[in-house]
């Protein structure tokens, strides 16, 4: 079990989709550019066999912010899309109206 004080270290944040394109020698892995409100990141994510690059750009997402940076195809992630498995893949969360990129999910 993950206690209360560790779950509060995770920062979980929406972020705006600005741009997205597939990953050269990956069905599955899309790079995507986000707005954190006050900065950008690339963020590697395994959603590419549910979603077209075109159609992501503009959403807003759920990302964690503060996981570590991790190497993916010789590209860095600097954070984690949050999705549900669903039969059809999975499937990305987002808010139901309009935030502010950069905001915190309490």
Request: proline fraction near 4%; charged fraction near 30%; hydrophobic fraction near 40%.
């Amino acid at each position: 079990m993950l206690s209360l004080d560790d779950f509060k270290k995770v920062e979980l944040r929406i972020a705006k989709i600005l741009a997205a394109e597939r990953m050269e020698g990956s069905e599955k892995l899309l790079k995507l550019k986000v707005s954190l409100g006050s900065e950008e990141r690339q963020i590697i994510a395994g959603i590419g066999k549910k979603y077209e690059p075109d159609g992501l750009v503009g959403h807003e997402i759920v990302i964690v912010a503060n996981l570590e940076h991790r190497q993916l195809m010789g590209l860095e992630s600097e954070g984690m899309l949050l999705a549900a498995d669903a039969d059809s893949g999975p499937v990305f969360l987002e808010p139901e109206s309009e935030v502010e990129p950069g905001s915190e999910i309490r």
